[in-house]
């Protein structure tokens, strides 16, 4: 097993600022905090901390000489501030999930919020709020949600592929197909290899009434998965569809 990543906590970095010209030039240390994982031999991810001191925002890639030159830790600001705040917004999430997954939408996106409330930008509250909205067919408030995600490589990265799912189902259940199709297509920019993001691209052009498009994916799926007998089934409904099958579209795949 890989021994990366690995979490190295945050890390302060200061940078000297000019400022002002001729006799009122002078100069001042500007201190920012980062939280930090070792993803590599030579490989330093570092993400800045928010106001509410959890990592948040675009992550950068330092080499180990650069690093080690640009930032120094922050062992007591990690454990005071940043591990209680990660720990209170991976509490909130999971309690999301758990109502969504109860069927308590009210109650789901209340937790989501709250975890919203400390990271605006984190990738899981993001996936659950936006199904939470869908479901609640509060279509404005999917699209901002789908804005944070479509624009965060991290929604695509295989520890959110549950969550990424979650919200992709709920987008087609509701008949946000446009936004599903944009979801699954960003999804297919990072992996083209998986099965499952094909099969649930054919689930929404069958949807959308494009038998040839559904059949595309369809093949382009069992090429990578020959032996996934859902997706074989589907390519036949299609194929039928195609043949003038007297079978309705309300009975396709749920």
Known sequence: ??????????????VTA?????????????KTYWYVRRTGDDAFEVQPINAN?????????????????????????YERNTLPALKSLQK?????????????????????LKALM????SVPANLGAGAVYAEKREFHKVKKALGILLNNDETFQAEQRARFNTLGMSLRK??????ALEYYRKALEYNDKDENLHFNLARVHFDKGDHIAALDHLERCLAINPDLEVARKF???????????????GDALR
């Not at 097993?1 to 200061?14: D, E």
């Not at 000019?18 to 500007?30: E, H, I, L, W």
């Not at 509701?174 to 936004?179: K, P, R, T, Y």
Request: aromatic share 10%; proline share 4%.
């Open 53 to 77: 001191h959890v990592p948040s925002g675009l992550r950068s890639v330092f080499g180990k000489g650069e690093f080690m030159a640009a930032f120094s830790p922050e062992p007591a600001y």
């Open 174 to 179: 509701q008949g946000m197909l446009d936004e």
């Open 18 to 30: 000019d400022v002002g010209a001729g006799t009122t030039r002078g100069s001042y240390d500007q």
């Open 92 to 112: 909130k999430i999971a309690e999301g999930e758990e109502q969504f997954a109860l069927g308590r939408l009210d109650e789901a996106e209340r937790a989501f």
């Open 1 to 14: 097993m890989s021994a990366y990543p690995q979490i190295l906590g945050v890390y302060v970095r200061n």
């Open 235 to 249: 390519q036949r409904y299609c194929r039928k569809q195609l043949g003038g099958s007297g079978l309705g579209s």
């Open 118 to 121: 400390i990271d605006e930008l």
